[in-house]
Nanobody
Framework: QVQLVESGGGLVQAGGSLRLSCAAS????????LGWFRQAPGEEREFVAR????????WYKDSVKGRFTISRDNAKNTVYLQMNSLKPEDTAVYYC????????????WGQGTQVTVSS
């Protein structure tokens, strides 16, 4: 069982930056693939980024490539999402997630953190 707690959301002007953090409980953090998702009002939740167990490979939604960076620190049981050059369309609740099996369903979810980008 893994518990995930996000932090770092807030209100920022367009062009600004935020760094989201997601702290995980448990001693098996390094065995999980981790991801970030987001859900805007009236929209379905969508994939943003994911990172392999060792942190060596990452994937991104096309619209955030070059602006967002996912990283993890297995010693601190934490995954990060650095978000630069933010746009109003990035406004959403951001969730981190973890899964045991690459390509499988996401088993664990955090409660979400609100990111609001003003124009």
């Amino acid at each position: 069982q893994v518990q995930l707690v996000e932090s770092g959301g807030g209100l920022v002007q367009a062009g600004g930056s935020l760094r989201l953090s997601c702290a995980a409980s448990g001693r098996t953090f390094s065995t999980y693939e981790l991801g970030w998702f987001r859900q805007a009002p009236g929209e379905e939740r969508e994939f943003v980024a994911r990172i392999t167990r060792g942190g060596g490979t990452t994937w991104y939604k096309d619209s955030v490539k070059g602006r967002f960076t996912i990283s993890r620190d297995n010693a601190k049981n934490t995954v990060y999402l650095q978000m630069n050059s933010l746009k109003p369309e990035d406004t959403a609740v951001y969730y981190c997630a973890a899964r045991n099996i690459v390509g499988g369903k996401w088993d664990y979810w955090g409660q979400g953190t609100q990111v609001t980008v003003s124009s």
